[in-house]
């Protein structure tokens, strides 16, 4: 009991710490709107503009919800979420939105973008080989799974979200005007070729290496009866 509570409570406050970062950056992204430039201004090597704040509003939003997920996955589903998992995603959450938008990491932190792709691939890459567990221990699909084949599907399902958050930066760009597959420098002028896709391409490449790695570790852990996913695997309660 006291094991729970204690789980209950570091998990409390990291939650509102970072809920609590996100509803000010919300404020601040709300009252920049207002008052900011609507375009670059040259004298500054890099300044926010309009569609900025309207980006870091959007990702705020979109963090909060995220935030909640968890608990609601919890509740419907009836799962339990290990610690270890729910600390990554947190601290993916901070790092991606408060870190990298409200603080321009990814412009003044060299590789913040790739190293988030990264470690976001080898999560997904988890989080397939639990959702594969939850299939093995429900008790009305009965299954016997190769530990190739969980590790090619963790490799899959891990690229194929990243695909999906494209497809959601570019969506989103296109309609607001926005930045998030950095086809423009910090001053505002478009990228032209290449140069363009390489946001986007060097995206693609490192969730699928980093799912790669997870999905190895993970073909390995199965093939040697290690469990070495075990505290990043999702779970039913009884």
Same mark, same amino acid.
């Given at each position: @009991?006291r094991?729970?509570?204690?789980?209950?409570?570091? &998990?409390?406050?990291?939650?509102?710490?970072?809920?609590?970062?996100?509803?000010?950056? @919300?404020?601040? $992204?709300?009252?920049?709107?207002?008052?900011?430039?609507?375009? $670059?201004?040259?004298? &500054?090597?890099?300044?926010?503009? &309009?569609?900025?704040?309207?980006?870091?509003?959007? #990702?705020?939003?979109?963090?909060?919800?995220?935030?909640?997920?968890?608990?609601?996955?919890?509740?419907?589903?009836?799962?339990?979420i290990p610690?270890?998992?729910?600390?990554?995603?947190? =601290?993916?959450?901070?790092?991606?939105?408060?870190?990298?938008?409200?603080?321009?990491?990814?412009?003044?932190?060299?590789?913040?973008?790739?190293?988030?792709?990264?470690?976001?691939?080898?999560?997904?890459?988890?989080?397939?080989?639990?959702?594969?567990?939850l299939?093995?221990?429900?008790?009305?699909?009965?299954?016997?799974?190769?530990?190739?084949?969980?590790?090619?599907? $963790?490799?899959?399902?891990?690229?194929?979200?990243?695909?999906?958050?494209?497809?959601?930066?570019?969506?989103?760009?296109?309609?607001?005007?926005?930045?998030? #597959?950095?086809?423009? =420098?910090?001053?505002?002028?478009?990228?032209?070729?290449? $140069?363009?896709?390489?946001?986007? @391409?060097?995206?693609?490449?490192?969730? !699928? =290496?980093?799912a790669?790695?997870?999905? !190895?570790?993970?073909?390995?852990?199965?093939?040697?009866?290690?469990?070495?996913?075990?505290?990043?695997?999702?779970?039913?309660?009884?």
């Amino acid at each position: @009991m006291r094991k729970f509570a204690k789980r209950i409570k570091w &998990k409390k406050v990291i939650s509102i710490f970072v809920l609590v970062t996100l509803i000010l950056s @919300m404020g601040y $992204a709300i009252l920049q709107i207002v008052i900011a430039e609507p375009g $670059a201004v040259p004298s &500054k090597s890099y300044n926010k503009m &309009k569609s900025d704040y309207v980006l870091i509003l959007l #990702q705020c939003l979109l963090g909060i919800f995220c935030i909640f997920m968890p608990s609601m996955l919890e509740r419907r589903f009836k799962l339990i979420i290990p610690n270890m998992m729910y600390l990554f995603f947190i =601290i993916f959450l901070y790092a991606a939105i408060y870190l990298g938008e409200v603080r321009s990491f990814y412009y003044t932190v060299p590789y913040w973008d790739t190293i988030l792709h990264t470690f976001s691939g080898a999560m997904l890459g988890a989080l397939g080989f639990s959702v594969v567990r939850l299939l093995n221990d429900t008790h009305k699909i009965s299954v016997d799974l190769s530990p190739l084949f969980v590790a090619f599907f $963790a490799l899959t399902f891990a690229v194929f979200m990243g695909v999906i958050w494209e497809i959601y930066e570019y969506t989103f760009d296109g309609i607001f005007g926005l930045n998030m #597959q950095k086809f423009a =420098i910090e001053q505002g002028d478009a990228l032209v070729g290449r $140069a363009a896709l390489s946001d986007t @391409m060097l995206d693609l490449i490192v969730d !699928t =290496i980093g799912a790669a790695v997870m999905s !190895t570790i993970g073909y390995i852990s199965l093939k040697e009866k290690k469990n070495w996913l075990e505290k990043l695997s999702v779970f039913k309660s009884e």
